[in-house]
């Protein structure tokens, strides 16, 4: 049994599995399907595809009928970084036309900890080991 992280966009799973790849290091798309001209998805939007994260699978996928929900930071992703430059860089590139829900601080339970919502509504929380 493997429990992994499904997320779930609106026409922009690609341009996020784009950003999350070139963020965290030692990522990869494993595989990406998209839809074409028999959808039920728009033409080129993902249909279903598998990334790596540092190791870690998530699913994505492009969903063809508008929700009235999207991403909560009640759900967040916790990434561990082994230094304070790993913080740092995953805060900058994160956050970058998204929001900050906590700022980049030293934090009684964390000595180097944000928690940010990317630019497509996913929330992180970013602190060191």
Not at 43 to 68: F, K, M, W, Y
């Amino acid at each position: 049994m493997q429990i992994t992280p499904f997320l779930m966009f609106v026409g922009e799973a690609k341009a996020a599995i784009d950003l999350y790849v070139r963020a965290i290091p030692n990522s990869r798309i494993v595989s990406i399907d998209y839809y074409g001209d028999e959808g039920p998805g728009a033409r080129g939007t993902v249909q279903h595809a598998v990334i790596e994260l540092n190791g870690q699978q998530v699913r994505c996928i492009d969903s063809p009928p508008v929700h009235d929900f999207t991403f909560t930071p009640s759900m967040s992703l916790f990434i561990d970084c082994d230094t304070d430059e790993q913080v740092d860089t995953l805060y900058q590139t994160l956050s970058e036309e998204g929001g900050v829900l906590m700022p980049l601080d030293q934090y009684p339970f964390n000595r180097r900890y944000a928690w940010v919502q990317d630019r497509f509504g996913v929330s992180w929380q970013i602190g060191v080991k």
